[in-house]
């Protein structure tokens, strides 16, 4: 089916179970430990041995050589794979080649060999015996030092490195009031709960890989690829996902290295990737250094824009797109923005939730406060001012929609924003100095082809089989409630199976596509299970309705399950939609407020309340996407305060690798949390009117905290995390 927009009335916008806070319908699966992980699936194939997986003790040379002598003859070890063994990786489209060094060394901890056994403990105890000589080469790991290097890099994600309207320099000379600052974001770890991990078992020429991945497809595509076999002959399963935040966007090390060392052990083989190992054996979000200028009237309407902003990556790798959202936020008549790329021997920098807008925000919306307050204007009113409704880089195309306004008036007001003070440093809480922030969320929302297949069984049960991943997210459910939706039965009457290569492709999961393009999917599905339902019967497609498990047409009404008594009625389809994405702009929107208070003496922060305004479509299940937006606003309050990948610049790795040195956001760390949802739906999105909202919620958010401890102790701090030395010598003196 190909989307046709602006979408007509249908069966979704009846509401009856879409659009409801629904339980997740995997919960108790969840909750009973009985959703499996790809770890835990001691059961799927039987005699699984154990790898564990050597990272490379340098960031950039050579192994001279090698010695597994000790190790090959430790108890229980079956097989030690390296890239001698196994030689060259094939290039898969996401960096695969690298997921087994040597001789060449890219990255710290790139996977130099994997050590097979009999058990976990004779894995690991080898793996120490495993005696590697480098010779070690100099490397590049200081990104401030290497902004006169750095290169104009190719688009990404579609994205140009460089764009320009108006006459950004002339008219920035030319501005009444000015802002010209410097902000900087460091390296983030995804941190997911569940660490990357694979279980391998090959059946002649054939892979089975049980695995903890959000994109199927690609990542089938990119295990034929690196492995040199056809992508029939490749199996995905991957049910459950402990987390992933981008971090399994792609095929790591833990699935190339168990499907060769099963090969090599000649039986199944399962490898998790230690936690320490995980930091700088996979991808990061890079760090970025940023200058932003901004240029106003005096009653302040901006007039120009611009943002650079640097970052860095392994050679061939992408930039940080953190201008993106610049060249959509405000309106201003001349703009400026850029990306440039230096090449850093860390390891491989890469998507992370809101990658691009994640960073940038933490940059832009400082900046916005502060041009605001140069302004003596209230930041609210000063966002609202600078609202554009077309996007300001390509006039004639206008946002599907775009309530930001409406989401941060609605916040203000909720908040308690009228009585706020202007000037920072005012109030007083006992020994707490306490302010007030806001930002504005900005996300793009894309649109991914997707497919599914839906069964009507005998009894009269309504099955849904699509690769679609669920992260955490609540896939299982939105999909389940579509399903349920569509063909008029109760939820209890629909199984959801994901996450398995033998399912119609999906979007899968990522650049928080995921919930709108696979229900989307399941949609188009479901209208094809309906026709081909409604032809068996001899209905007329005119006047059947779906309703309380029973088709009605003309007064004749009869059972789902008596369709199908003659057997199974199934339908697949795709939805896909064309050129939609150069119609319009389409984007999600949100307001961010923040309360914190910060210790006159000690400059310990502490965030005390948290509000979210999100205008983002037809939101398919409040419960599951307030869900996603308090985890996003957490991981914002960690991006804010604590997450910082420390580099070793001598030696070039993140120092604070696990997650005791790793530090994110706990309960205790978020007394209060709000989130609303503005009542909107978006008919050029897809039938579901829909958007995403799962990165929406991190958009923004660190500035909204930076911006608050600003005001509480009007010490500006443009480097983050903002953590208490950086306020500490500038407090006030204690009373
Ligand atoms: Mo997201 S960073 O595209 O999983």
Known sequence: MKFDTPATDNPIDQL?????????????????????YAYERHDVVPNQAYGYVVGSAI????????????????????????????????????????????????HYHQA????????????????????????????NFDLAKSLDGAIKPPASFGAEADSRFGDFDAAFASAPVKLDARYTTPDHSHAMMEPHASIASWDGDKLTLWTSNQMIAWSVGDVAKTLGIPKEKVRLVSPYIGGGFGGKLFVRSDAILAALGAKAAGRPVKVALQRPLIINNTTHRPATIQRIRLGATTDGKLTAIGHESWSGDLKGGGPETAVGQTRLLYAAPNRMTAMRLAVLDLPEGNAMRA????????????????MAEKLGIDPVAFRILNDTQVDPEKPERPFSQRRLNECLTMGAEKFGWKDRSPKPGLT????WLVGTGVAAAF???????????????????VIVET???????????????????????????????????????????????GANSSTAGVYAACMKLRTAIIDKLRFDPADAVFDKGKVRSRGKSIALAKAAASGEIVAEDLMEYGDLGQKFQQSTFGAHFVEAAVDAATGEIRIRRMLAVCAAGRILNPKAARSQVIGAMTMGAGAALMEELAVDKRFGFFVNHDLAGYEVPVHADIPSQEVIFLDEVDPTTSPMKAKGVGELGICGVAAAVANAVYHATGIRVRNYPVTLDKLIDKLPDVA
């Not at 659009?19 to 319908?25: A, M």
């Not at 056994?117 to 105890?125: D, G, L, M, V």
């Open 16 to 36: 009856k179970i879409i659009g409801k806070p629904t339980d997740r319908v995997d919960g108790p699966l969840k909750t009973s430990g009985t959703a499996p």
């Open 59 to 106: 960031a950039k040379g050579q192994i001279a050589s090698m010695d597994l002598k000790e190790a090959k003859a430790a108890p229980g070890v079956l097989a030690v794979v390296t890239a001698a063994s196994a030689g060259m990786l094939g290039k898969g489209d996401f960096n695969t080649a690298k997921l087994l060094g040597g001789p060449e060394i890219q």
């Open 112 to 139: 130099v060999a994997l050590v097979v056994a009999e058990s976990f403990e004779q894995a690991r105890s080898a793996a120490a015996l495993v005696r590697v000589q480098y010779t070690r080469s100099k490397g």
């Open 355 to 370: 990658p691009g807008e994640a960073p940038g925000l933490m940059a832009l919306e400082i900046a916005i406060d502060e």
């Open 428 to 431: 007083r809480d006992g020994r």
């Open 443 to 461: 996300r793009n929302n894309i649109n991914e082809k997707s497919a599914a297949r839906v069964r009507l069984d005998r009894n009269g049960m």
């Open 467 to 513: 690769d679609m991943t669920d992260i955490g997210t609540g896939s299982y459910t939105i999909i389940a409630q579509t399903a349920a939706e569509m063909l008029g039965v109760p939820l209890t009457q629909v199984e959801v199976r994901l996450g398995d290569s033998l399912f119609p492709v999906s979007a899968g999961s990522g650049g928080q596509w």
